[in-house]
């Protein structure tokens, strides 16, 4: 068997690398036994002769005796498939067969389900196309300023453009911007395409100098915007209401449902969602308008959140409107100090700072002013606050006192405050805020807080007779205070409407006297036509009513030409007459 042993391994690879049946079989005498004995020399027991050996034989004789063969064969088909063991333990075939058999366990669906899947996929995939394509359109706009539809008032000058410039280059490589540099630009004015930037730069210097404040009563403080636009809101009907009423001479925001109207509900959506208690107040629309305009949606956002809570205007919101209260009776004490006689003339016809201030105070100024205005209160705004509110108002009353002390009675001071204080130039512009920065308003404004507290406690520390008079007072009070609220935001409205109906009363009546026109001319030619024709052409019925009624209500031609013939007569050398026709209908023009 030695000889067995040692051809085999010859043998197997020859047939398995490249099998040749001839080759196979011209080695095979060498593979069998030595041959028996002849007959004559073997005993008298004969044994069979063993059949010739065939390749096939001799293959199954090479597989039987070669161990490394067996060997071999066992590994090369244990590297191509694998055992049983291996198939287990690997976590791609596991998660197949289990998702193979959840899916084998679930019933299959109709061809009508899957018709409709297949219709709810693509609308879903058009409508997120859809939105993508807007999103990259909102984008587009914002990088080109499209949104910024309105005059500088007043306008920057050059220098102060280069300088900011320079500012926010040095604040971008990080170098330290001090605090009276930043002021005096933000002073002399902010430039419009910067604006947006400027407007980071001053959240950052604010929260390096100030602590931050204290929002553990907030629970989706910092719940990130994507977040809270996914989820919904109990103030939806009242964010969805007022979205038409937000600007709606702006083109940004006229489209009902457009880009701009659907960036303005996310971002009111997301700070109701942000702060449950303050909710949605009527003027946060105008607010976040004017930081739309400026900003992407997202960073409008974090504007309008910085504004609620570090800069602390979330208190003037609150539903019980008692901050507003606080500010107005600051404001009323700060006008009684700077404009006494103002004061006196105001109050003697009753009109309080509650009726006229409340809008400037709840919109800062972007409900009845210029935009341009608005925008360079926001800019006062994000670097000293609220008290910026304050200045601005005592400049505008500054500068119309002397109209306003002309007027007599309560609706003409009211209708001159909101009509005509807010049509300002760029001179009076310039001077309300040159004026603002001037005043020096801080410590007045926390003594007269204080004041107010004390007043507030003297009051309730009054005779329990008084109380109830004075709960009633004060129901009464703030349901006037919410009636006037209301009308203020309805006389809004209306005026805007009055508005847009003038405009177009005003078209009408252009078209109108254009068609007018054109009809006198066309009596005339008919006219013309029917008398100046070989037959003399009938006029039908139709034209011949208008040409009764004209020439009931035009005086009659002059001899040569009573019925303006010269009108439609060719050539350079007639004069053009602009005469009346006559009903005569004998007259000739030749």
């Known amino acids: 068997m030695g000889h067995v042993e040692d051809v085999p391994t010859g043998v197997t690879s020859i047939c398995n690398d490249n099998y040749e049946p001839d080759r196979c079989g011209a080695a095979l005498p060498s593979l069998t036994p030595p041959s028996a004995p002849t007959a004559a020399a073997a005993p008298s027991t004969t044994r069979p002769s063993k059949p010739k050996p065939t390749p096939r034989r001799a293959m199954r004789q090479v597989i039987k005796y070669s161990g490394k063969l067996k060997e071999t064969l066992v590994h090369e088909v244990q590297g191509l498939r694998p055992s049983s063991k291996h198939r287990e333990k690997s976590p791609l075939v596991a998660r197949t067969s289990s998702d193979a058999a959840a899916t084998a366990a679930q019933p299959r669906r109709s061809r009508e389900e899957l018709r409709q899947l297949w219709k709810k996929a693509i609308n879903q995939q058009v409508l997120l196309n859809r939105m993508e394509r807007e999103n990259e359109r909102i984008t587009e706009r914002v990088r080109s300023g499209e949104r910024v539809m309105y005059a500088e008032m007043p306008p920057c000058a050059g220098d102060v453009k280069s300088e900011w410039r320079q500012l926010l280059d040095s604040w971008r490589a990080g170098r330290k911007v001090h605090v009276d540099d930043l002021q005096e630009l933000v002073f002399r004015g902010v430039p419009i395409r910067l604006r947006p930037e400027v407007w980071q730069l001053l959240v950052f210097h604010h929260r390096l100098h100030h602590p931050a404040p204290s929002v553990s009563h907030v629970d989706n403080y910092d719940t990130s915007y994507l977040q809270l636009i996914r989820q919904l809101t109990s103030f939806q ?33 997301a700070v109701s969602l942000l702060d449950p208690e303050l909710g949605y107040c009527q003027g946060l629309g105008f607010i976040a308008g004017i930081l739309l305009l400026h900003a992407p949606e997202e960073e409008s956002y974090e504007l309008l959140k910085h504004m609620l809570f570090p800069l602390e205007l979330r208190k003037q919101f609150m539903p019980d409107m008692s901050p507003l209260q606080i500010q107005m009776y600051q404001f009323s004490r700060l006008v009684h100090d700077h404009h006494s006689d103002l004061y006196t003339h105001l109050e003697k016809y009753e009109v309080s700072p509650m009726l006229y201030a409340t809008p400037w105070f709840l919109t800062l100024f972007s409900s009845q002013y210029p935009i341009g205005f608005s925008a360079r209160v926001f800019d006062l705004i994000l670097l000293l606050g609220l008290e910026a509110v304050f200045k601005v108002s005592l400049a505008l009353l500054d500068i119309h006192q002397e109209q306003l002390k002309n007027l007599t009675g309560m609706e003409d001071i009211m209708e001159y405050i909101k009509t005509e204080m807010p049509r300002l130039s760029q001179t009076s512009a310039q001077q309300v805020f040159r004026k603002a920065v001037e005043l020096d308003i801080s410590r007045q404004l926390l ?101 009764d009624d004209g020439a009931a209500s035009e005086p009659a031609g002059d001899a040569r030409d009573p019925l303006n013939c010269a009108l439609f007569e060719a050539g350079p050398s007639r004069p053009r007459r602009e005469r009346a026709l006559s009903r005569s209908k004998t007259v000739d023009c030749e």
Do not use: C, W
Request: charged fraction near 25%; charge should be neutral.
């Open 447 to 547: 003594s007269y807080e204080v004041e107010y507290h004390v007043l507030q406690e003297e009051v309730l520390a009054s005779p329990s007779h008084a109380d109830s008079d004075l709960n009633k007072l004060g129901a009464m009070n703030q349901n006037l205070k919410r009636q006037v609220m209301e009308l203020l935001h309805q006389l809004q409205t209306s005026s805007d409407q009055i508005k847009t109906l003038t405009e177009r009363n005003k078209t009408l009546e252009s078209r109108v006297s254009q068609l007018s026109s054109e009809r006198s001319d066309l009596v005339t030619f008919v006219r013309y036509l029917s008398l100046h024709t070989p037959d003399r052409l009938e006029v039908p019925a139709p034209f011949r009513r208008f040409l």
């Open 237 to 269: 009907r009242e964010i969805l209401t007022d979205l038409g009423r937000t600007f709606p001479q702006h083109p940004y925001f006229r489209s009902p449902f457009g880009s701009g109207q659907l960036e303005l509900f996310n971002v009111l959506k």
